[in-house]
């Protein structure tokens, strides 16, 4: 038995930042300020404020993915990220920082292009694609199998 991975989510209700252990059945960790269940199988929006906390504070890699509302890619990247986030849900997480609202963590992070994917491991930078990538490139970025349904 190894204990369950933490990580560091803002909850998407009140805003609070929880330290939460990943339940690989399935279970959502509750917001320890909101009580409401935290959608840790989902994208999660991530913002200036926030996102090095859970880049941080989390024992398993992050995909952070780079956006903006009009970046019409971007789009076309969503489904993927969610397939994602549900499927790998409890071995990592996917978090979603709007490069408009914070403009901060994208000039940090030297962000030139959206979609912009970085991945992160222990705090650390481990890989980054800018572009839209295809379901098994995505697994190729990562270094996971994943099944795509078609
Ligand atoms: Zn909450």
């Known amino acids: 038995m ?5 990580a560091t989510i803002p909850c ?3 805003l609070t930042v929880n330290k939460v252990g990943l339940d690989p059945s399935g279970v959502r960790p ?10 840790v199988d989902r994208p999660i929006k991530v913002t200036d404020q926030d996102m ?21 890619p ?4 969503a489904p993927m990220l969610d397939q994602l986030a ?21 000039v940090k992070y030297g962000i030139r292009g959206i979609p912009t994917l970085i991945v992160f ?12 990538l295809p379901p098994d490139r995505l697994a190729e970025l990562l270094e996971i199998e994943v099944e795509v349904e078609e």
């Not at 509750?30 to 959608?39: D, H, K, S």
């Not at 971007?74 to 990247?77: D, E, N, Q, T």
């Open 12 to 14: 998407p209700f009140c």
């Open 74 to 77: 971007c789009r076309m990247m």
């Open 121 to 132: 491991k222990d705090g650390q930078e481990w890989k980054r694609h800018t572009g839209v």
């Open 30 to 39: 509750a917001c320890g300020e909101c009580g409401r269940p935290l959608p």
């Open 86 to 106: 549900s499927d790998l849900h409890g071995e990592l997480l996917v978090a979603k920082l709007d490069t408009d609202s914070n403009p901060t963590m994208a």
């Open 2 to 6: 190894t204990a369950s991975p933490q």
């Open 52 to 72: 090095e906390a859970t880049i941080r504070g989390s024992d398993v890699p992050v995909v952070v993915d780079f956006y903006a509302d009009w970046c019409q």
